[in-house]
């Protein structure tokens, strides 16, 4: 069933910030949200996240009306384009953080953060501080604390565009083969109708 936007709408002091909705998104698929700046791509995933609450209209999750659910009860991880890391915790534990708080055992959260780090070339960077990497890097751990989460619903918000080209190119292939089989719902925000195509699945196009 995935995730359904049942006739959802936003308005924000009286703005609208997202008209009346439907859409529908695979569940277990790869779906892609193309769109400009300030389409309402953002806002959005917010929705589908529980960050934010529609002014009207309803929200569902594989059959589940989830409309006004807490994020923090939901199975959902989110990166943004703007990557957000923790200051005082090293590489590694910025990865293992979610798992930590899942209560997962010790050799599981080393076997996942060292495999979610290698393939994001971090595995030489685990003992480092967010201070000490680069845009990129930084960037990257942000994604690699989302995908070790193992969520039934991941919403990534443009989390390549800050990535120097030869990566963005590597993990734009790579991403779509992570989530094959994990059975997350995966929602890719993008302003770029060529990565949009690249990246495939189900695509949404969002105007005005």
């Known amino acids: 069933m995935g995730i359904e936007l049942r006739n959802v709408s936003k308005q924000i002091d009286g703005e ?25 791509k953002t806002t959005l995933m917010r929705l589908m996240a529980g960050l934010e609450r529609p002014t009207s209209g309803e929200v569902w999750f594989d059959g589940e009306d989830v409309t006004g659910v807490a994020v923090q009860k939901r199975s959902v991880a989110m990166v943004y384009q703007a990557f957000v890391n923790y200051p005082n915790l ?3 534990d910025n990865i293992a953080s979610p798992l930590r708080v899942a209560r997962r055992p010790k050799a599981e959260i080393r076997e996942r953060v060292e495999k979610i780090s290698e393939l994001l070339k971090l595995d030489t960077m685990l003992d480092r501080y967010p201070g000490e990497l680069s ?42 083969k ?3 089989d994990t059975g997350a719902t995966v929602v890719y925000a993008t302003s770029e109708p060529l990565e949009a195509l690249m990246l495939g699945g189900f695509t949404a196009a969002l105007h005005a």
């Open 16 to 40: 609208s910030h997202i008209y009346a909705t439907d859409l529908t998104l695979q569940k277990g698929g790869f779906n892609v949200l193309l769109g400009t700046t300030l389409s309402g």
């Open 90 to 92: 090293s590489v590694f």
């Open 135 to 176: 845009g990129g890097q930084q960037q990257r751990t942000a994604l690699a604390r989302a995908l070790v989460k193992n969520a039934a619903l991941v919403l990534l918000d443009e989390p390549l565009a800050n990535l120097d080209y030869k990566l963005r190119e590597e993990l734009r292939d790579e991403l779509p």
């Open 178 to 180: 992570l989530f094959e």
